[in-house]
């Protein structure tokens, strides 16, 4: 990809990541014109505009949609962003961010905090289950001799399968009544309900976690020539796939903790980008997340708004279109390769 | 979305042969012995009793509360999965009865009993891994009834109180105990016919759980009927189903006047009311502002025989509510 051609695809990105946050804040179960959308976060952003609506209404935009579509930006680039690098990691094309069980993880941990009545921690549930997957994954992997891609892959699935089953029997053990209808929305995926805090926890997360994993991208590249070629490019290997296992899992966790197991979006996105760009991670990472941020406000705009007044948790969404294209994806790498 | 569409008589194309057994009960005079075999249409599956069942187990705290309110208590030899506590007068005698499992029995569990009937509030009670399926149960000699409200792989259509004293006649009929069915239902006609609806136009949200996508009450279930005899208009009443999971985008555009809570065990109406005020968004709604709340224990919203009480106990809270702005 020449950088000419790169350019234009920032450009472009960047240009369609703007129109999809303005567009999709204008559309909601309620009844508002985006006139009135526009004018209430231009008031509340400092522009010299008025707002004409309601103080029930204005919360309506200000509170709900507003954090909820900066989330949903978030955490698709999130999502992209640790797939990337998880793939890249691992040498392995079906890799996701869940890899390293935390989406199990952090299931259990929510529904932990679910049950015990604390429903309002439950991103703090699914953090810390979140990251005790993944201490146990980094420990197993450890055990098992080092880090490299298999036992990572190995130790991840068995952390998975452990905290999948430890949540299915705390669901059959305390299924009450229809008690059970939160923790599958949780399940399956969600954006409903997230407020300013938690989306701006998102974005601080992107900063933070993925600012640096940004930078690694030529060691990434290195990594896709096999762990002496690395090695031999003066990259501690070990320890370097360690700090970025750690980085995106603590990204991931934050992920999970606001939005559920949402599937699909760290899969597919970077195969998408690459398809496009090759996969030189330098590239790759930034275009990824611009991707995954589009891709995930759209499908959590028709999560909230395609069977309105209803909600669909928008896993559906994501795996509906995420298995088609992930399978279009690899029908047209058989053709390159 | 779709729109409202009435209420079709599914039953007089699906069932003709229980329409008539119905029409025939209400002709005859209310002493009349049911005629043994009996064979009623249940929810897709033809069930047939050869004598009134003496050994019953009922899952669901609607099923139990049922048979508690036609006297029939004696035949029950287990309950499973109850909501909660019945409430007076039926405390003490539901407080006896032998509970085969907290949450849903298992088969095993359920057969140990040794029941002639397994009465089912949800069509799901009858799963593999729970009470049984129907069939399974049918070849153990064993009938099973599921509550016609709670049927779903037969449409059932909008729930009206017409549809709740049929089931309360069939399971007299069934029982051989028409006069209690009768006498019962004819008391929950006079209990409706004494509230006198609404008539300040208001508006109602029907919040069963959720705290990020609020769980409601929508057009064709339990909580319609009740809040249609309350004379409150449902804001999620243009919705074709019994309850669906919604936003609060949704709920907020339409600003409910009232706010009917859920009073569950496992999810009480204060826990209700404490997220409704911490919600950044229904903290302003002017029902949550001024708390214009209606509590109605789970049980009784669910199609059975306390929605009648629900809808007087309600209608009392309504009529206290202080609604001037």
């Known amino acids: 990809m020449t950088a000419s051609r790169r350019l234009a695809a920032y450009a472009g990105l960047v240009a369609l990541l703007l129109a999809s946050l303005i567009i999709s804040v204008a559309l909601g179960p309620a009844d508002l014109t985006p006139h009135e959308v526009w004018l209430t976060?231009?008031?509340?952003?400092?522009?010299?505009?008025?707002?004409?609506?309601?103080?029930?209404?204005?919360?309506?935009?200000?509170?709900?949609?507003?954090?909820?579509?900066?989330?949903?930006?978030?955490?698709?680039?999130?999502?992209?962003?640790?797939?990337?690098?998880?793939?890249?990691?691992?040498?392995?094309?079906?890799?996701?961010?869940?890899?390293?069980?935390?989406?199990?993880?952090?299931?259990?941990?929510?529904?932990?905090?679910?049950?015990?009545?604390?429903?309002?921690?439950?991103?703090?549930?699914?953090?810390?289950?979140?990251?005790?997957?993944?201490?146990?994954?980094?420990?197993?992997?450890?055990?098992?001799?080092?880090?490299?891609?298999?036992?990572?892959?190995?130790?991840?699935?068995?952390?998975?399968?452990?905290?999948?089953?430890?949540?299915?029997?705390?669901?059959?053990?305390?299924?009450t009544g229809d008690s059970y209808r939160e923790i599958l929305s949780w399940l399956m995926g969600s954006l409903s309900g997230v407020v300013w805090t938690e989306a701006l926890l998102v974005l601080l997360a992107l900063l933070v976690a993925g600012g640096p994993v940004l930078l690694a991208g030529r060691a990434l590249d290195a990594f896709a020539f096999g762990d002496t070629a690395a090695a031999s490019l003066g990259i501690d290997v070990g320890r370097l796939r360690i700090w970025l296992l750690a980085g995106t899992a603590l990204l991931t966790g934050i992920l999970v903790s606001i939005g559920g197991a949402i599937g699909f979006v760290g899969l597919i996105i970077p195969h998408l980008v690459r398809l496009g760009t090759g996969s030189r991670h330098r590239a790759l990472l930034p275009l990824s997340m611009l991707t995954g941020a589009i891709f995930m406000i759209w499908t959590d705009a028709a999560?909230?708004?395609?069977?309105?007044?209803?909600?669909?948790?928008?896993?559906?969404?994501?795996?509906?279109?995420?298995?088609?294209?992930?399978?279009a994806v690899l029908l047209r790498y058989r053709r390159v390769t | 979305m779709s729109t409202h569409s009435p209420l079709r008589p599914r039953y007089l194309r699906l069932a003709p042969p229980a329409l008539l057994a119905l029409f025939a009960a209400a002709a005859l005079p209310a002493q009349a012995a049911t005629t043994y075999p009996l064979t009623v249409e249940n929810c897709g599956v033809s069930v047939t009793f050869d004598q009134a069942p003496q050994r019953v187990?009922?899952?669901?705290?609607?099923?139990?509360?049922?048979?508690?309110?036609?006297?029939?208590?004696?035949?029950?030899?287990?309950?499973?999965?109850?909501?909660?506590p019945a409430p007076p007068p039926w405390s003490d005698r539901a407080a006896a009865l032998p509970v085969l499992a907290e949450k849903l029995p298992s088969q095993e569990v359920v057969l140990a009993a040794e029941p002639d009937l397994v009465y089912g509030g949800w069509e799901s009670n009858f799963a593999a891994d729970g009470a049984g399926e129907r069939p399974a149960l049918a070849n153990l000699g064993i009938e099973s009834y599921v509550s016609p409200a709670a049927c779903r792989s037969a449409d059932p259509g909008k729930l009206s109180f017409d549809a709740v004293f049929a089931e309360i006649s069939e399971i007299g009929n069934i029982f051989d105990a028409a006069p209690a069915a009768e006498a019962l239902i004819a008391e929950q006609r006079a209990t409706l016919a004494a509230v006198t609806p609404?008539?300040?136009?208001?508006?109602?949200?029907?919040?069963?759980?959720?705290?990020?996508?609020?769980?409601?009450?929508?057009?064709?279930?339990?909580?319609?009927?009740?809040?249609?005899?309350?004379?409150?208009?449902?804001?999620?009443?243009?919705?074709?189903?019994?309850?669906?999971?919604?936003?609060?985008?949704?709920?907020?555009?339409?600003?409910?006047?009232?706010?009917?809570?859920?009073?569950?065990?496992?999810?009480?109406?204060?826990?209700?009311?404490?997220?409704?005020?911490?919600?950044?968004?229904?903290?302003?709604?002017?029902?949550?502002?001024?708390?214009?709340?209606?509590?109605?224990?789970?049980?009784?919203?669910?199609?059975?025989?306390?929605?009648?009480?629900?809808?007087?106990?309600?209608?009392?809270?309504?009529?206290?509510?202080?609604?001037?702005?």
């Open chain 1, 303 to 327: 999560a909230r708004t395609l069977f309105a007044p209803r909600e669909l948790p928008v896993g559906i969404i994501t795996a509906l279109l995420g298995a088609p294209i992930f399978l």
């Open chain 2, 57 to 84: 187990v009922t899952i669901k705290s609607t099923a139990t509360e049922m048979l508690l309110a036609l006297g029939l208590e004696e035949r029950i030899v287990g309950v499973g999965f109850q909501d909660g």
């Open chain 1, 41 to 175: 976060v231009g008031q509340h952003l400092g522009l010299p505009v008025t707002s004409p609506v309601s103080r029930l209404r204005d919360a309506i935009i200000w509170d709900l949609r507003l954090p909820r579509v900066v989330a949903a930006a978030a955490v698709g680039a999130g999502l992209a962003l640790c797939g990337a690098v998880m793939q890249a990691l691992t040498r392995n094309p079906l890799a996701d961010p869940y890899l390293l069980g935390l989406s199990s993880g952090a299931s259990l941990g929510a529904v932990t905090f679910l049950l015990l009545g604390a429903s309002l921690w439950m991103p703090l549930g699914a953090f810390l289950g979140a990251g005790a997957a993944m201490a146990l994954t980094l420990v197993m992997m450890n055990l098992l001799g080092g880090a490299t891609p298999t036992r990572a892959i190995l130790a991840g699935i068995s952390v998975s399968a452990l905290a999948a089953a430890a949540t299915s029997f705390l669901i059959f053990w305390s299924a």
């Open chain 2, 198 to 325: 609404d008539t300040r136009g208001l508006t109602a949200l029907w919040y069963s759980s959720g705290t990020k996508a609020p769980y409601v009450g929508a057009g064709t279930g339990a909580p319609q009927m009740i809040l249609e005899a309350l004379g409150l208009t449902n804001i999620m009443a243009e919705v074709d189903d019994p309850w669906i999971s919604s936003s609060w985008e949704a709920v907020a555009d339409k600003e409910p006047d009232v706010i009917v809570l859920v009073d569950a065990v496992w999810n009480s109406a204060d826990q209700k009311m404490r997220l409704l005020a911490e919600n950044p968004v229904t903290s302003q709604l002017p029902a949550v502002v001024n708390q214009r709340y209606l509590v109605v224990p789970f049980p009784a919203s669910e199609a059975g025989v306390r929605n009648a009480g629900a809808v007087v106990d309600m209608a009392a809270q309504l009529a206290a509510l202080d609604l001037t702005p």
